[in-house]
């Protein structure tokens, strides 16, 4: 039996996380938006609350308490901060939840203590390809065994890019194999270009091109058991899918504000028919994408197939937050149209959701 209500510990976390994200988050976020830098601040005291690092083994420094569901919780108050922010926060799980779940011991012994200590700076994620027709289980970027070295070819965007990255994780079809490989920032025929992105822009991301990049065999993730990447996909999604519920969330919210405080004809607008409905209609498909979140999430932690859940809690989540954040800016009215009010940012956000591929992990 499925059971949606949080443990003790659970509902202690999120409210931590929601007061993180409402006193440290969402008065940088409009800033950050415009400067297109994460704050600095912000990210350090995010990595004092220990959000990824709690999710680490015990044995290389974490807090051993790997639980998608409370990745969910986490995710979603992020991202209802902001969801550049929220996602630049939860960047170092891109590198630590993959060895940690995968990496050869070796791997982990160097890795993952480097994840703890460094933050984001220690590694990301190249999954997603420019590409109309992209297939995350059959990328196009193409991984070949020369001896004992792999040799990688191939093209990569939406890449989380900190200042100072180290490491980046790069999946690839090697023949009819998903797989996944450390490949370092400096390595010969890796080249990076920064994106200019719609939205999430206090979030660094890049576009890479792999040209014949050449790494020891003892880097493919997993070492020659490797990884299961189909099981890692899930949750990534789930996580993304609690981020687009976060920012439907905050859509909604500063909306209902609104509309109770703007008067129209001598009443607030929330008492017109059309306004309420439209509210109404927010909140309702708000919690069912929670729902479908929080069950793949249920599903992975109890150690079940969460490929088919996963994948509708994404497709729902992100249609969902297009809906929410538009209507948001209906509620506005023409103020919605402009950066003086929050709903147009989260437009923005909200429209890369049917782009986005593994921008975190839960």
């Known amino acids: 039996m499925i059971d949606f209500e949080p443990t003790e510990e659970q509902a202690m976390i999120r409210e931590t996380v929601a007061g993180f994200a409402a006193n440290e988050i969402r008065p940088q976020a409009r800033e950050c938006d415009e400067s297109r830098v994460p704050h600095a601040g912000v990210l350090a005291a995010a990595d004092e609350l220990g959000l990824v690092a709690n999710s680490l083994p015990?044995?290389?420094?974490?807090?051993?308490?790997?639980?998608?569901?409370?990745?969910?919780?986490?995710?979603?108050?992020?991202?209802?901060?902001?969801?550049?922010?929220?996602?630049?926060?939860?960047?170092?799980?891109?590198?630590?939840?993959?060895?940690?779940?995968?990496?050869?011991?070796?791997?982990?012994?160097?890795?993952?203590?480097?994840?703890?200590?460094?933050?984001?700076?220690?590694?990301?994620?190249?999954?997603?390809?420019?590409?109309?027709?992209?297939?995350?289980?059959?990328?196009?970027?193409?991984?070949?065994?020369?001896?004992?070295?792999?040799?990688?070819?191939?093209?990569?965007?939406?890449?989380?890019?900190?200042?100072?990255?180290?490491?980046?994780?790069?999946?690839?079809?090697?023949?009819?194999?998903?797989?996944?490989?450390?490949?370092?920032?400096?390595?010969?025929?890796?080249t990076t270009e920064t994106e200019d992105n719609m939205g999430i822009r206090a979030l660094p991301t890049a576009e890479l091109q792999l040209e014949g990049v050449r790494v020891a065999a003892s880097a493919r993730l997993g070492g020659e058991q490797g990884a299961d990447l189909a099981a890692l996909l899930s949750r990534a999604r789930t996580g993304l899918a609690a981020c687009a519920v976060g920012v439907a969330r905050a859509a909604y919210e500063v909306s209902l504000t609104y509309a109770k405080e703007r008067e129209a004809f001598g009443a607030p607008i929330a008492t017109k028919q059309a306004i309420a409905f439209k509210l109404a209609d927010m909140a309702t498909e708000i919690d069912g994408a929670r729902m479908l979140a929080w069950e793949s999430a249920w599903r992975i932690d109890a150690g079940l197939d969460a490929s088919r859940e996963s994948t509708l809690a994404l497709s729902k989540a992100q249609r969902t937050a297009m809906l929410v954040a538009d209507g948001a800016v209906q509620v506005f009215g023409g103020h919605g149209y402009t950066r003086e009010y929050l709903p147009e940012m989260h437009l923005r956000n909200a429209r890369g959701f049917a782009s986005f591929e593994a921008l975190t992990f839960v």
Do not use: N
């Open 58 to 190: 015990e044995e290389h420094g974490g807090g051993g308490e790997l639980s998608a569901v409370t990745g969910c919780l986490i995710a979603e108050e992020l991202a209802w901060g902001d969801l550049a922010l929220g996602l630049g926060v939860l960047s170092p799980s891109l590198l630590g939840i993959p060895v940690a779940l995968y990496g050869t011991p070796d791997q982990q012994r160097e890795l993952l203590p480097e994840v703890i200590e460094q933050g984001p700076a220690a590694g990301s994620l190249a999954w997603v390809e420019p590409a109309f027709d992209f297939d995350p289980h059959r990328p196009r970027t193409v991984a070949e065994r020369d001896g004992g070295e792999y040799v990688l070819r191939g093209h990569k965007c939406f890449v989380p890019w900190p200042q100072g990255l180290r490491r980046v994780i790069v999946v690839a079809s090697e023949q009819d194999t998903l797989s996944a490989f450390l490949v370092d920032t400096d390595a010969a025929g890796l």
